[in-house]
């Protein structure tokens, strides 16, 4: 078991629940607009079509990340079978992507603040509304940010290289935050 593997728990002193993910399977599928409806019943859920957008049914998730880009979420190794089933008779690109990245939850009323500290996007609930989903950088770390659902909860997933580097930003950004909450 590698460090980043591990639970955290909070980050140290903020109180913000943060922990790692459960490893699952992830794809990057690229393709074709004309190809989508296809791609989605053979995904067994919607492929959103508008940028920056996530769709989940049945435990299967959809994240936007291009104009012709999806990063697909699954927690059973077979929920692409059907899409690799399709590139047999659809161009498309689907690439099982694993073992390269990590995934983090990051949650609590000041989640958005920690992630700011890292990361140039407006985080606010009008910018940044549940079901975005965007590729973006934390510090030096490029990074999959996703915020799935209503609660005060993202979605941090990056390349395995920068889990340490990350797991660390965050910690002492969540320091810094709560260290100005409680001067205020």
Request: charged share 20%.
């Amino acid at each position: 078991m590698h460090d980043t593997d591990k639970p955290i728990g909070h980050l140290a002193g903020t109180g913000l629940p943060f922990r790692p993910l459960a490893p699952g399977h992830q794809w990057a599928l690229r393709l074709r607009a004309q190809a989508i409806e296809e791609a989605s019943a053979a995904w067994q859920a919607p492929l959103d079509l508008a940028p920056l957008a996530s769709s989940s049914r049945d435990g299967r998730h959809a994240l936007k990340l291009g104009p012709d880009e999806w990063l697909l979420i699954a927690q059973t190794a077979d929920a692409a079978d059907g899409l690799a089933a399709l590139a047999r008779s659809t161009p498309l690109s689907l690439v099982e992507i694993s073992d390269r990245e990590l995934a983090w939850e990051l949650s609590g009323d000041n989640a958005a603040q920690v992630l700011a500290a890292g990361c140039p996007l407006d985080l606010a609930d009008a910018s940044f509304p549940p079901g975005r989903a965007t590729r973006t950088v934390y510090g030096h770390a490029e990074i999959v940010l996703w915020r799935p659902g209503a609660e005060r909860a993202w979605q941090v997933r990056a390349l395995r290289s920068f889990a340490s580097y990350l797991t660390r930003h965050l910690a002492h950004a969540g320091r810094q935050c709560e260290s100005k909450r409680t001067h205020q």
